[in-house]
């Protein structure tokens, strides 16, 4: 599956990314939310990953548009934070978010997160 992966930190796209192509993924990473919204419609992903915290602007900022454009039945969307204030998590579900993780994580939580969203994307893809 094509996952991408908004993240400003080098270290954590590297962890993140590492992990799910261990899982098979192609993972595609951006630095910033806007790099990655110019070209998510032609990426053809099945999978977003987005930290809320950008330099170009605000996580779930870049959520909404990414909703605009797609619902979350057709790309869902992970929102990961080191974040742990309730309010953020809050914004983040409101935007378009359909799940949320807190760094520094598990990477199994990792895994079982992402292959949620995407058996969900497929379940509903193959009953429509």
Do not use: C
Not at 28 to 42: G, K, N, P, Y
Not at 48 to 53: A, F, G, Q, Y
Not at 87 to 106: C, M, R
């Amino acid at each position: 599956m094509k996952i991408a992966l908004a993240e400003q930190d080098g270290l954590l796209a590297d962890l993140i990314s590492f992990r799910l192509e261990l899982l098979g993924h192609e993972v595609t990473v951006w630095s910033s939310s806007s790099h990655m919204l110019s070209s998510i419609a032609d990426a053809h992903v099945e999978l977003v990953i987005i930290d809320t915290l950008q330099p170009d602007m605000q996580g779930w900022e870049a959520i909404q548009k990414i909703r605009r454009t797609f619902s979350a039945d057709e790309l869902p969307i992970l929102a990961i934070s080191m974040d742990t204030d309730l309010s953020l998590v809050e914004q983040a579900y409101k935007a378009g978010a359909n799940d949320y993780l807190i760094t520094p994580f598990d990477p199994v939580t990792l895994q079982q997160k992402t292959d949620n969203l995407l058996l969900r994307k497929h379940r509903l893809a193959t009953h429509r």
